[in-house]
């Protein structure tokens, strides 16, 4: 009898746990089949999140990054939760409304990452109004067939409404308390899910997070909606911040500049170019790693190659852009500071207080100016420039722009600076010291006007001898047809105008006591994968070489980020053979021109944020607006918490840190300066 009392109890235990079972397995079921409109939502959504961080993050960590996931995740719940407020025939146009704007979030990114290899920030809206001026190059250079991929979530929201819609799934009757009763439920499940996220949070999480530099880093841990939603949070701040955090600014500011010198440091180059004419040229998009090619054996940029062989070649260095690009370049080279977190100076902070080297030269007495054929309000260059100290600006209204002689965004180069000579020779004779800017435009994403750059074909021409005696040309495309082909033909163009226009400068003697500078605004932003064929060209099948060929040259994300440098020259007519002739491989960034080039003329700006390269030397450290730095040692990528050692000596943990903790600071002051307006002593705070 107690064996058989025993074995109906686990027989009705294991019935029970099975209908159970079934019973939670109906309710799975169930949930799922009443609630399929809000869970395919959260999948298209969250789906749509991660095709973001593959295309953009090459890493497994960030393709299946679980706190991105669970972030993305509880962002869709909350946002989904709040569809049972509405009847089960509304339902469908909120979610949908929600899936669209949660799509167009990803797709916005996807493009902007492809140009500015960072993040969408809310704070560019600002620059739309620029988008017109060059709208070609975004079309042609920047938007994918990726980018449409993130369409496919909203056409299977659609779809799986369309289905249901025919099972009369809208037709179901839901009393008031119960939306509500579910309402709260799906809250519930999104702030437990928020509580677990939220215990896996580091304080390096929350430290990034809050400075928004390394924006990166906070998709990979936050995932993009989270992100989206604190960039909207530390866009406004500088607003606020100009109210309420003026007192800490300035005591930062205070503390970083204690130790600095009221009087500069001097070397053997001080005063060198003191009373000297200046010509600088802001040379759109050229990179230093064109200079070392040839095609059939004539060389890209012949003309840069010859001043730098003549002049004082700077082969390490880097530009410092952000989304500002060209005109961050002018930020940090007048001002020796970074572009700002959030928006660009040149549009967001042209109203603040600079130490810039135009003022300073003409305390000096020096009348300075800028010429660039384009519109003077791109970039909202007509009011910068007063900012900056320009006494004269030459805008496209005092050019004569034709279609004949348009190439690109505006005028070309050969024919900007065949009309700049008669103002310049105007200038001279008015003033017995100047300094002036000239900014280069045909070199220009998207380098699409090949017809217009000349001949200049980036193939590969052999002669081939026959058995019989007979020779052949044969041809292999190799760059032909590609960004990275069209761009070296544009520059191969600017460069033919640069020379032209040395020609030119010296047959009016405008060379004569003149100091001829030089740099590459930022890199040309392009492809990687074409990169890859440049160095991995496969003729005989015109491919790319396989990765297990011994000739195969590995261009990964670190060879691309250092492929980045582009060209700073200073030149003088009288130079080659002095002790100025010479190439300085030390790494340099933008910041570090003015500091350099102002103990060679003359001025200081205790303020600055770069060096006088040739006080630092080895020991110099360019940090980029995105957290990454780079010094002679190492290139160090905050996103990755990942380095590539430059040198064969020993990487310290504490180096790295020093380092990492020198750039963020460096990033804050600088930030602080230009939005609280730190250099203007006639206001304690600026009040907007």
Same mark, same amino acid.
């Given at each position: ?24 397995? %109906? ?118 067939? @990726? ?189 020796? +500071? ?144 590609? @960004? ?6 544009? +520059? %191969? ?196």
């Amino acid at each position: 009898m107690k064996w058989i009392k025993f074995n109906a109890k686990k027989l009705f235990k294991k019935l029970s746990n099975k209908v159970s079972r079934i019973k939670k397995e %109906h309710l799975i079921k169930e949930y799922f089949k009443n609630n399929v409109l809000l869970i395919t939502f959260l999948i298209t959504v969250v789906l749509n999140s991660t095709i973001l961080r593959f295309f953009c993050m090459h890493s497994i960590e960030n393709y299946i990054s679980v706190k991105a996931i669970l972030a993305d995740l509880i962002i869709a719940l909350f946002i989904g939760s709040f569809a049972y407020l509405f009847k089960p025939k509304n339902r469908f146009t909120y979610l949908f409304i929600c899936n669209i704007f949660l799509t167009a979030i990803c797709m916005i990114n996807s493009v902007y990452y492809t140009f500015y290899t960072s993040f969408a920030s809310v704070s560019m809206l600002s620059l739309t109004q620029y988008i017109g001026d060059v709208g070609d190059a975004v079309v042609e250079n920047v938007i994918q067939l @990726k980018d449409l991929i993130y369409v496919l979530g909203p056409l299977i929201f659609i779809y799986v409404h369309i289905r249901i819609k025919k099972k009369n799934y809208y037709k179901k009757v839901e009393l008031k308390a119960e939306r509500k009763k579910k309402t709260l439920k799906t809250l519930g499940a999104s702030g437990v899910l928020l509580i677990i996220f939220l215990l896996t949070m580091t304080s390096l999480d929350v430290s990034r997070f809050m400075k928004q530099w390394n924006k990166e880093y906070v998709v990979m841990r936050f995932g993009i909606y989270v992100y989206q939603i604190n960039d909207v949070f530390t866009s406004i701040q500088p607003k606020i911040n100009s109210m309420f955090g003026y007192d800490q600014a300035k005591k930062s500011f205070d503390d970083y500049f204690a130790e600095v010198s009221d009087t500069p440091q001097t070397n053997e180059y001080t005063n060198i170019f003191a009373g000297k004419n200046v010509i600088l040229i802001h040379g759109e998009s050229m990179m230093t790693n064109a200079m070392s090619l040839s095609f059939n054996g004539v060389e890209v940029t012949p003309n840069l190659n010859r001043i730098a062989r003549e002049g004082m070649f700077f082969s390490n260095f880097y530009s410092q852009v952000s989304v500002g690009t060209s005109s961050d370049t002018e930020l940090t080279y007048n001002t020796s +500071l970074m572009p700002t977190k959030s928006g660009t100076a040149f549009v967001s902070y042209a109203d603040r207080t600079f130490i810039t080297t135009p003022q300073m030269l003409k305390e000096q007495g020096y009348f300075t100016y800028v010429m660039h054929a384009n519109n003077a309000d791109f970039w909202n260059r007509r009011n910068m420039y007063k900012s900056i100290g320009y006494d004269k600006f030459y805008s496209k209204v005092d050019f004569e722009v034709t279609k004949e002689n348009t190439i690109g965004l505006g005028l070309s180069d050969k024919e900007f600076f065949t009309q700049s000579i008669p103002y310049l020779k105007e200038i001279n004779e008015k003033n017995d010291k100047w300094y002036g800017v000239y900014i280069m435009l045909t070199n220009h994403t998207p380098f699409s006007e090949t017809e217009k750059y000349g001949e200049y074909p980036v193939d590969i021409k052999e002669t081939i001898t026959h058995e019989n005696g007979t020779t052949e040309e044969v041809v292999y495309p190799y760059m032909e047809g590609t @960004k990275l082909g069209n761009y070296f033909k544009s +520059l %191969h163009y600017a460069d033919q105008a640069l020379g032209e226009f040395l020609a030119k400068l010296d047959e009016e003697g405008l060379l004569e006591d003149t100091v001829f500078i030089l740099y590459g605004d930022h890199d040309a932003r392009l492809p990687r994968r074409d990169y890859n064929r440049l160095y991995n060209y496969d003729k005989e099948n015109n491919d790319i070489l396989d990765e297990d060929d011994p000739n195969y040259k590995e261009y990964d994300s670190y060879q691309y980020e250092l492929g980045r440098k582009v060209p700073f020259i200073i030149w003088t007519k009288d130079m080659k053979g002095t002790k100025l002739n010479q190439q300085i491989t030390n790494v340099m960034g933008m910041y570090d021109v003015q500091p350099t080039i102002g103990n060679m003329f003359g001025f200081y700006n205790k303020y600055a944020l770069g060096h006088d390269i040739f006080n630092t030397k080895e020991n110099n450290i360019v940090v980029f607006p995105n957290g990454n730095w780079v010094t002679n040692k190492l290139y160090y990528n905050s996103q990755k918490e990942a380095y590539l050692s430059l040198t064969e000596g020993e990487i310290t943990e504490e180096e790295i840190s020093k380092n990492s903790g020198y750039t963020n600071k460096l990033l804050d002051v600088s930030n602080n300066i230009i939005v609280f307006n730190l250099f203007n002593d006639d206001n304690e705070e600026i009040v907007e």
